[in-house]
């Protein structure tokens, strides 16, 4: 599976941002689908996922009710809509594939095994 992010750029503080997820593979196999947020000098945080079986999304407390995830199966992509950004929504975004055979929580990185480059935010 390779992992193509796109649709970063520099926004200001209240404006919205949507990253697209562009998947060589299908999305489908795998149990869940990420995005994850590595802020300057920070470790890598989930933020949002999609549970592909459920169809239900999670997200970290801090963005509850402003991003929504997506997927569009016909695509094959997944989608991150950021609304009302903060300042501290600075950092570098990465789309990630689960892998059917780790155990984890969908926030955790090691749950994941295929990563994206990265798509970079800047919040000012």
């Known amino acids: 599976v390779q992992l193509v992010e796109s649709g970063g750029g520099s926004v200001q503080a209240g404006g919205s941002l949507r990253l697209s997820c562009a998947a060589s593979g299908r999305m489908s196999s795998r149990p869940w689908m990420a995005w994850f947020c590595q802020p300057p000098g920070k470790e890598r945080e989930g933020v949002a996922a999609?549970?592909?079986?459920?169809?239900?999304?999670a997200y970290a407390d801090s963005v509850q009710d402003r991003f929504t995830i997506s997927l569009d199966n016909a695509k094959n992509a997944l989608y991150l809509q950021m609304n009302s950004l903060k300042f501290e929504g600075t950092a570098m975004y990465y789309c990630?594939?689960?892998?059917?055979?780790?155990?984890?929580?969908?926030?955790?990185?090691?749950?994941?095994?295929?990563w994206g480059q990265g798509t970079q935010v800047t919040v000012s």
């Open positions: 999609f549970n592909i079986g459920a169809r239900v999304a």
């Open positions: 990630a594939a689960a892998s059917p055979g780790r155990d984890g929580s969908w926030y955790s990185p090691g749950r994941y095994e295929y």
